[in-house]
């Protein structure tokens, strides 16, 4: 079936559905790329993201990834609102009986940041970093952007600030832009007092801890 996914289970379900929900918080207007290879569904969302491939801004990844029951090929860019509309219903099936999950997918559509991808291969490990500091940095950066923008900014001026806000590498030392301290915090990624593990490849930087993946462009400023 064109643009069809089966899910591995309802626990698959609800799980896709709380990563989305979340995502769309961040982004109420957000797209979700859905890319399967196999029987392995890769699921991502960007919520902060540069407005157009001239724009300087940052643009930062979520990456939850989940299994699927069968085998799919799919590349497929999607409204979040849409898929959330419908993993309703796989649940609802699953209530009265029915065993197949099938997950429906609308015509795939475009979105700004889905020609910026990062490598699938080659991370090198070269560290880690706790979620205190992670999550007091997506305070503090949040913090930062309310002080920076007044109410009457709007427009180009304000994804300009918050674009310098979230670029900035989380400290003197750290190739880690702020947005992704920022996103692995507003995802739910982060579980109290663990350490998350850092890798880079061709210019990226990947946060991995136990519930996702964050995906950025290595910070060029402070």
Known sequence: ??????????????????????????????????????????????????GNLMDTGPTVLGLRT??????????????IAAVL???????????????????????????????ISPPRTGWVEFGEVSEQKLTQTARDGIA?????????????IAARIRGEIWGRAMDLDSTIPTGAAFVAAGLGFLTENEQ??????DGWIRLSSQHGHVLAKAATHR
């Open 1 to 50: 079936m064109k643009n069809a996914l089966e899910l591995a289970d309802k626990e698959t379900v609800v799980d896709l559905q709380s990563f989305l929900q979340r995502a769309r918080r961040l982004d109420p207007e957000g797209m979700v790329r859905l890319r399967a290879f196999g029987t392995v569904l890769a699921t991502y969302v960007a919520p902060i993201f540069s």
């Open 66 to 79: 989940c299994e699927l029951a069968q085998p799919a090929e799919i590349d497929a860019i999607v409204p």
């Open 85 to 115: 509309d419908r993993l309703p219903l796989l649940l609802l099936a699953d209530t009265f009986g029915k065993t197949s999950l099938v997950l429906e997918l609308p015509e795939s559509s475009r979105a700004p940041w889905a020609g």
């Open 144 to 156: 930062l952007v309310a002080d920076s923008l007044p109410e009457s900014v709007g427009g180009p």
């Open 196 to 201: 998350v593990g850092l890798y880079r490849a």
